[in-house]
């Protein structure tokens, strides 16, 4: 199992960008696939982004796509979500997920491990 403490969330302008951090301990992410979820306010939680052991990467293309990046860094054993260009509609709770094996998917059931999530407000 591994924990997953998210960070970085805050708020921030409409235009802006923020860098959301998930921290992973119990054990190495090197081969987990990892993703970034959101959920709005009376909204069902959302797909944001994945990524998995190897750097295929998968986007939600209707919402972030081109303004969001997921990356890894194995060594610090943590993933990031670079937002730029931030709407209010991505407000929301950004929680991170892991899963065992290499495919990459958009769906919450197959990720295994998540964090409790940060907050993201983007005032217009």
């Known amino acids: 199992q591994v924990q997953l403490v998210e960070s970085g969330g805050g708020l921030v302008q409409a235009g802006g960008s923020l860098r959301l951090s998930c921290a992973a301990s119990?054990?190495?992410?090197?081969?987990?696939?990892m993703g970034w979820f959101r959920q709005a306010p009376g909204k069902g939680r959302e797909f944001v982004a994945a990524?998995?052991?190897?750097?295929?990467?998968?986007y939600n293309a209707d919402s972030v796509k081109g303004r969001f990046t997921i990356s890894r860094d194995n060594a610090k054993n943590t993933i990031y979500l670079h937002m730029d260009s931030l709407k209010p509609e991505d407000t929301a709770v950004y929680y991170c997920?892991?899963?065992?094996?290499?495919?990459?998917?958009?769906?919450?059931?197959?990720?295994?491990?998540w964090g409790q999530g940060t907050q993201v407000t983007v005032s217009s």
């Open positions: 997920a892991a899963k065992r094996g290499p495919t990459v998917p958009a769906v919450q059931n197959e990720f295994d491990d």
């Open positions: 119990g054990r190495p992410i090197s081969d987990r696939t």
């Open positions: 990524l998995n052991w190897s750097g295929r990467t998968r």
